[in-house]
């Protein structure tokens, strides 16, 4: 028996991980600017980089209105920015409207389709950047239910009524994973083309959308050799721009796919190198995707040390990519916006479980139990209706026959 019944691949969740809204608390007009500041911020208030304005810091910018479009962000005080620079808005009505406020509450409990209706109803009562930026909640929302068509509508009024929006990128990007899980590879190819060839494009988001056409229409089309090559031709034109600090996610984004690609063709030490550079970045999908890679080549390893006899060496591998996949789904699963690396570590540190409770003889049970808890947790993040959970949920199953066996009492001898 191998160490693992199968090894989720990179590709395997990744169109899933699109229909996914990860809200991330209260907004209001501020901007998070490349330099790692937030603006503005009442006096003596101090936020990081990484961390969110509490609502009365929010509620006192409220003057501070943003015109944000995919080419610049203008503010109050004279702030302009070219829209690279700007990493993350954030809109009053968030705090100000109760209709804004309550989707998102019902968005923090998983409640997306109230979400969704919610937001929309925000949105219609709402102008400027609250309502861009409600519209385009509400598309999350939509993504969150698993309802394409329904999505695509919604990302599709977010276009019309802001032609120029601020997160035009992501939702091309989002339309065109819609159209790779509908298998139309051409169709998100074109999708991804828009973004590039819009007027006044800023290069952050052009070069995002040329990451996701090769994931989307070589990687995930297990064309690996081209994505490959492609990934690397990314990673020197990025090298080489004037702004490549402000490209360095999409760069790492590269890495991992590099990673992803030789892991499949079965060069799992070259992969190894390109997962952990990506690991210097401070981007929490980035790093996901980086160590639920990490923890696929241990799983390779641990098969081969199995096969080879080696079982003391093979349960410590298991255990090392069990590391890697416990630090995606227990410390970056509330932090990023792809979920793909969250679900594809979260199935395979099921099957570690698994394999680690067969190693023990069927005696751990605390092993079996681990399983169980993590394909339900992979289950309540996969959308009702989705194949995937039919296969996840027969998995479960099967382990927790086992672990209640493992769990009951055993009849006294005679």
């Not at 969704?116 to 509400?138: I, N, P, R, T």
């Amino acid at each position: 028996m191998s160490c693992v019944r199968r090894l989720v691949p990179a590709t395997g969740l990744a169109v899933l991980a699109a229909l996914s809204f990860a809200p991330r608390g209260a907004r209001a007009d501020m901007a998070l600017t490349a330099d790692g500041k937030w603006q503005p911020l009442p006096e003596g208030v101090k936020v990081g980089a990484t961390e969110m304005p509490t609502d009365d810091a929010l509620a006192q910018s409220d003057e501070w209105k943003v015109d944000a479009a995919y080419d610049t962000v203008k503010g109050g005080g004279g702030f302009s920015k070219p829209a690279a620079q700007v990493l993350k808005l954030l809109s009053t009505d968030r705090v100000r409207s109760e209709k804004f406020r309550q989707a998102l509450n019902d968005a923090s409990s998983n409640l997306f389709g109230d979400a969704a209706d919610g937001l929309e109803a925000a949105a219609q009562e709402l102008s400027g950047f609250g309502k861009q930026d409600a519209m385009w909640s509400a598309v999350q929302a939509r993504a969150g239910t698993g309802d394409l068509d329904r999505t695509n509508a919604a990302a599709d009024a977010l276009l019309a009524a802001f032609p120029k929006s601020y997160f035009f990128a992501d939702a091309h990007i989002l339309k065109a994973k819609i159209a790779a899980s509908k298998g139309d590879a051409a169709g998100a190819g074109a999708l991804l083309d828009k973004v590039k060839a819009a007027p006044g494009m800023n290069v952050r988001d052009a070069y995002r959308a040329e990451y996701a056409k090769v994931n989307l229409t070589l990687e995930l089309q297990k064309r690996y050799a081209d994505a490959a090559t492609e990934y690397r031709i990314l990673v020197e034109r990025i090298d080489k721009e004037k702004d490549a600090a402000l490209l360095a996610s999409t760069k790492s984004q590269c890495l991992v796919g590099l990673g992803n690609c030789l892991l499949a063709t079965k060069k799992e030490a070259d992969a190894r190198g390109f997962f952990e550079r990506a690991t210097e970045s401070h981007d929490f999908d980035v790093l996901a995707g980086a160590y639920a890679g990490l923890g696929d080549v241990a799983l390779t390893d641990a098969k081969s040390l199995r096969e080879g006899g080696k079982l003391p060496e093979a349960k410590a591998m298991l255990e090392s990519a069990l590391m890697h996949y416990l630090r995606v789904s227990v410390r970056y699963k509330a932090e990023v916006s792809d979920e793909g690396p969250v679900l594809r570590a979260l199935e395979n540190q099921a099957k570690v479980f698994t394999a680690l409770f067969d190693m023990s003889g069927g005696k751990e049970c605390e092993l079996a139990d681990r399983a169980c808890q993590s394909y339900r947790e992979l289950v309540n993040m996969i959308p009702e209706g989705n194949p995937m959970r039919r296969g996840v949920v027969r998995d479960y199953n099967a382990i927790a026959k086992r672990r209640d066996e493992c769990k009951a009492p055993t009849a006294p001898k005679k």
